[in-house]
């Protein structure tokens, strides 16, 4: 199922003296299967682009196109449920969600909502927990005794028991701990490996963009202003400094040897493939001497 | 949704009305909402429509702001002026039938409280638009102080105002934050009978309520480890300042009770 933007303008609060333009002409696809990341600078209008890959909002011209849905800015707002479905999102800080007495009946409130039976969303329950790192102790607890980054857990666990064909993650590892903040991009990547579940990850952590997407868009103010694979967009690093971007640390690690004389055609975005060039390199410039 | 009001918005600018004294404001508009009921002929109230102009015009803020004010009472208004037109008897009978009837007395009525519905509505907004709620808060603590007689707790109450206050907007994009995320998960907000709206608002209310407790105590320490004590022994960072405008203004105000007085029959 892929997302199709054509042409989408949205604003706020339209024909009010609050009026803002948010977005601007956006065009852009999401293909199917593919890892697509979203960066740009704090209000560039990421989260409200979010909103509209599942019409949580609809566009003020313009269409989206998700699945075989076309979403207008007369579309109604009843049958939206299926899209709901198909495209899960985990909004920032997703652990203020929760409300349930216990985690499993949390985790299952979102299929139960899709019509799902009782008694496969306990199942469900079961199942994503584990998913997302926790043992089966914990469906019997209140959602609100558990700690920050288990509350994540759970909240994340809740979107995935919908079983979504496109998962929607928007900084899903603010404020966790080094160690967890991998666990849970690895996560991810499993998911997206495995199940084949297309995801789109709105960040600001450009190592993550470097290590796991396969596709990226950036965006200035209200616009798309580039999209490409990240090899292509991490090239240029002054326009992404320009732009008040960061730089994968490997890329702007490669950038300080370019200028100390060191010359690797194209930059590395990665640890290893840092490593793997340099490695080639040293055998290289032995040669040399 | 939550957008489309515009009473306790504020707008910055610089004109007379939004330099003046918050208590001055304050004050005055309490008082208009009282001198109002002075009106009752034609005279009064095309005097105090025109003072009412006269101050919007003076604030420099676009009249369609005030005319969205109007809007989400409008059909309060209607009803009550329906209900002055319907029963109000007297002067010439110009339509009956059973109780109800449409007489002059009654047409008159239900167009000055039209008026005075409208009027007060203007000024209220005019206040809120133009004074920031934070200053509005320091006039309630200063006109409230004369309480600390009889023991009324006047700067705790006024502490609670203020971050009440200033937690609205934060609740608010909190609420539609958390709206957001559970219409993602196959809530449906205001649909179906009652019963049904009912119970998708709990999956919205219950996670508001353990934000907001967090978030109190979260404010409460970190209030404490800046050394905050009670209200004793404070000094203060914004104070208010009383100018020649905001006399200028009462006296704008004594004026018109003296108009009205005048104009009364």
């Known amino acids: ?26 065009n ?3 293909k199917e299967g593919s890892y697509t990341a979203l960066v740009g600078h704090t209000g560039s209008g990421k989260s409200t682009l979010l909103q509209h890959l599942n019409a949580l909002v609809k566009p003020t011209s313009g269409m989206v196109e998700i699945g075989d849905r076309k979403i207008v800015p007369e579309t109604d707002n009843k049958n939206l449920k299926p899209i709901r479905k198909k495209v899960g999102i985990v909004f920032q800080f997703p652990e203020a969600q929760l409300f349930e007495e216990t985690v499993a009946k949390d985790i299952a409130f979102g299929p139960k909502n899709f019509g799902v039976s009782e008694e496969e969303s306990r199942k469900l329950a079961e199942k994503m927990l584990q998913q997302v790192g926790l043992d089966e102790s914990y469906l019997e ?30 900084e899903p590892t ?68 320009e732009k008040q971007l960061g730089v994968p640390t490997a890329t702007e690690f490669a950038e300080r040897l370019v200028a100390k004389g060191v010359s690797f055609g194209t930059l590395p975005l990665t640890a290893d493939e840092l490593a793997d060039k340099l490695v080639s390199l040293s055998g290289g410039s032995a040669h040399d001497e | 949704m939550m957008n489309k009001l515009i ?42 429509a025109a003072f ?11 009249l369609k702001f005030f ?21 109000t008897r007297g002067g010439t009978v110009y339509w009956e039938w059973g109780v109800l009837s449409v007489t002059e007395f009654g047409l008159t009525n239900g167009i000055f409280i039209f008026c005075r519905f409208v009027l007060i509505i203007f000024m209220s907004t005019l206040l809120t638009l133009t004074t920031p709620p934070l ?71 219950i996670p508001l309520f353990v934000s907001s407790f967090n978030r109190a105590e979260e404010l409460a320490t970190a209030m404490e480890a800046r050394g905050y004590q009670g209200g004793e022994g404070r000094t203060k960072y914004r104070v208010l300042h009383w100018h020649n405008r905001d006399t200028l203004a009462i006296i704008g105000f004594i004026l018109l009770t003296v108009g009205l007085v005048f104009l009364r029959s």
């Open chain 1, 141 to 170: 607890r209140s959602p609100f005794e558990l700690s920050g980054g288990q509350m994540r857990r759970v909240a994340i666990a809740g979107v995935l028991a919908m079983e979504p064909e496109i998962l929607v993650l928007d």
């Open chain 2, 67 to 87: 005319i969205r004010g109007v809007r989400p009472l409008i059909w309060l208004i209607l009803f009550t002026v329906a209900l002055q037109i319907f029963f």
């Open chain 2, 135 to 205: 200053e509005l808060s320091d006039a309630i603590e200063y006109l409230l102080r004369p309480l600390k007689v009889v023991h009324f707790p006047v700067h705790e109450v006024s502490l609670m105002l203020s971050i009440a206050l200033r937690f609205v907007p934060t609740l608010m994009d909190e609420t539609e934050k958390i709206m957001n995320a559970q219409r993602a998960r196959g809530v449906d907000f205001g649909e179906g009978n009652l019963v049904q709206k009912m119970k998708a608002v709990v999956p919205l209310l």
């Open chain 1, 28 to 30: 852009l696809t999401i």
């Open chain 2, 52 to 62: 009412t102009l006269f101050a919007v015009l003076l604030s420099k803020v676009d």
């Open chain 1, 1 to 26: 199922m892929d997302i199709r933007f054509e042409k989408v303008d949205f604003t706020y609060q339209p024909n009010t003296p609050f009026e803002q333009r948010a977005l601007f002409d956006i």
């Open chain 1, 174 to 241: 603010a404020g966790l701990d080094p160690q967890g903040r991998k666990e849970m991009m690895e996560m991810f990547l499993e998911l997206h490996e495995k199940a084949g579940i297309t995801i789109v990850l709105v960040t600001h952590l450009m190592d993550d963009v470097a290590n796991y997407a396969d596709y990226v868009y950036v965006l200035e103010k209200g616009q798309v202003v580039k999209g490409g694979a990240p090899k292509e967009i991490f090239q240029e690093l002054n326009w992404l400094k």
């Open chain 2, 7 to 48: 009473l306790g918005r504020y707008i910055p600018g610089d004109s007379f009305v939004h330099k003046m004294d918050s208590r001055a404001k304050l004050v005055a508009s309490f008082y208009f909402i009282g001198i109002i009921f002075m009106a009752n002929n034609w005279q009064t109230y095309l005097l105090i």
